[in-house]
T-cell receptor
């Protein structure tokens, strides 16, 4: 089955700096790669996703890049703010997410004031 | 997301007990999912359902069963709970084609 590796497990950045979280996947048939943000005591919430026919996608301060050849994708957050502090999960799926997602282990992002 | 509700939010039970976790959604989605989250780990898929007649096992279905009572309701059961089933359980839904999954607030289950 699919295996998703995520790094780093903890990332501390100064407010206003950029943060990058990286994931690799094992199944070349995977075609859908979402990123979720989980705040304390809440369920994960989708923040951005990308499909295998696209190399990069941006939404305001958040961007995701995908390298299908290397089987890795990354989340980029620019101009970090205190409210960006949370746990972030990457995931992968073969069926566009319809038959469930395989998640990475998560990155605890800490924004230092 | 308030459109996906889970009950109970917290539950403490004993080894060997049967327990049911319930999920309801008002989003009108056909697809529903149950995931388990352990500390320091990501979410792992337990079961998923495309409609009331279509139930599928996920990667960690052993020790669990599910019931899709209606389009809006998807329940997870532990027939005989054991301590290593102590975890945070999430229900999720998605619309046609999969794509975005909307998660409930989670149920924290402790098995003593």
């Amino acid at each position: 089955g699919e295996n998703v590796e995520q790094h780093p497990s903890t990332l501390s950045v100064q407010e206003g700096d950029s943060a990058v979280i990286k994931c690799t996947y094992s199944d070349s048939a995977s075609n859908y790669f979402p990123w979720y943000k989980q705040e304390l005591g809440k369920g994960p919430q989708l923040i951005i996703d990308i499909r295998s026919n696209v190399g990069e996608k941006k939404d305001q301060r958040i961007a995701v890049t995908l390298n299908k050849t290397a089987k890795h994708f990354s989340l980029h957050i620019t101009e970090t703010q205190p409210e960006d502090s949370a746990v972030y999960f990457c995931a992968a799926s073969k069926g566009g997410g319809a038959d469930g997602l395989t998640f990475g282990k998560g990155t605890h992002l800490i924004i230092q004031p | 997301d308030a459109d996906v509700t889970q009950t109970p939010r917290n539950r403490i039970t004993k080894t060997g007990k049967r327990i049911m976790l319930e999920c309801s959604q008002t989003k009108g989605h056909d697809r529903m999912y149950w995931y388990r989250q352990d500390p320091g780990l990501g979410l792992q898929l337990i079961y998923y359902s495309f409609d009331v007649k279509d139930i599928n096992k996920g990667e960690i279905s052993d020790g669990y069963s599910v019931s899709r009572q209606a389009q809006a309701k998807f329940s997870l059961s532990l027939e005989s709970a054991i301590p290593n089933q102590t975890a945070l359980y999430f229900c999720a839904t998605s619309g046609p084609g999969g794509n975005t999954q909307y998660f409930g607030p989670g149920t924290r289950l402790t098995v003593l």
